[in-house]
């Protein structure tokens, strides 16, 4: 016995407004995944440099990668990442003094990662271990800076969305731009993550400098 169900319902279409902060946060996402692209070709060209045949008779790895150091560096971008981490709570909740409080934790640890690669990178500079002395040292400083200087843009973000925030208060505007930060913040420490993984652990040749 056929039996007839009606279907109609499902292909009824009805309009429904569009949510304009999820669709720029959207947006930013793809934006992310071509940054990712980026880092990607860096990091597959570092594990051809790497191999110990590009070194150019210069520094290898275990002299110029020094892995205990940027655990320091781990250390102060994950905290910066949990003091946004705790802007982003306090948005929830309404709280402006909470926000403030987070974006301004979030920047004085983002300042001291950037302290930490600004000490290590004088010492290589200071030592003649420079991009022009080999294809391993290009990339290594390369990979290192592009990261460091992604680093200082969300730094000055953070500073115009501290201003935001304390003058305008939680605008549309406004809390689609710290979204967007907080997806931006967080995926340095992921990249960060890998560099610190494939480039000073897996990288480096001289584990025991840890």
């Given at each position: 016995?056929?039996?007839y169900q009606d ?106 990662f950037l302290g ?95």
């Amino acid at each position: 016995m056929n039996t007839y169900q009606d279907t109609s319902d499902m292909w009824q279409y009805e309009d429904h407004p569009h949510d304009a902060i999820g669709t720029r946060t959207l947006g930013f996402w793809l934006y992310m995944m071509s940054d990712l692209m980026i880092f990607a070709g860096l990091f597959a060209t570092f594990g051809i440099y790497a191999d110990g045949m590009h070194y150019a008779g210069a520094f290898t790895a275990g002299q110029v990668i020094h892995p205990g150091p940027a655990l320091w560096s781990t250390a102060f971008i994950f905290a910066s990442v949990l003091a946004y981490g705790y802007a982003m709570v306090s948005l929830k909740k309404a709280n402006r003094s909470g926000v403030l409080l987070g974006i301004a934790m979030a920047f004085v640890l983002g300042i001291a990662f950037l302290g930490m690669e600004w000490h290590e990178f004088s010492d290589l500079y200071a030592m003649g271990a420079i991009p022009e002395k080999s294809g391993f040292l290009s990339d290594y400083w390369v990979i290192v800076l592009v990261h460091a200087v992604h680093v200082a843009f969300g730094l000055l973000w953070l500073a115009a969305m501290f201003i935001q925030v304390a003058l305008e208060g939680f605008t549309e505007d406004v809390v689609y731009r710290l979204l967007n930060l907080k997806i931006f913040w967080l995926f340095q420490a992921v990249i960060w993550v890998c560099v610190f993984t494939l480039v000073y652990l897996m990288g480096s040749t001289s584990l025991a400098a840890i």
